[in-house]
Nanobody
Framework: QVQLVESGGGLVQPGGSLRLSCAAS????????MGWYRQAPGKQRELVAR???????DYVDSVKGRFTISKDNAKNTVYLQMNSLTPEDTAVYYCKSDPVFIALGSAYWGQGTQVTVSS
């Protein structure tokens, strides 16, 4: 069983930065794709960024050039560096892990961390 725990959310002014962390209870990054999702009030949950075991990344268009996903395999932790934040980035951010091979594992979600961008 895998537990994912997010941290690093909070209140920040427009133009500011935050770094979110997602710590996994066991080592999974070698065989799981790690992703960050977010859900704003009244909106659907969307994929923000993901990183593969090999280190390949992709981002939703709205955050390209502002957000960076990375991981530290030794610490079993994935990060989301968020720069130039705008009020539209306000949401609950969730960490998710997906097995590379569906038949060999389960997906896991973290509990979420609130990010609020406001003056």
């Amino acid at each position: 069983q895998v537990q994912l725990v997010e941290s690093g959310g909070g209140l920040v002014q427009p133009g500011g930065s935050l770094r979110l962390s997602c710590a996994a209870s066991i080592s999974i990054f070698a065989s799981y794709v790690m992703g960050w999702y977010r859900q704003a009030p009244g909106k659907q949950r969307e994929l923000v960024a993901r990183i593969t075991p090999g280190g390949n990344t992709d981002y939703v268009d709205s955050v390209k050039g502002r957000f960076t996903i990375s991981k530290d395999n030794a610490k079993n932790t994935v990060y989301l560096q968020m720069n130039s934040l705008t009020p539209e980035d306000t949401a609950v951010y969730y960490c998710k892990s997906d097995p590379v091979f569906i038949a060999l594992g389960s997906a896991y979600w973290g509990q979420g961390t609130q990010v609020t961008v406001s003056s």
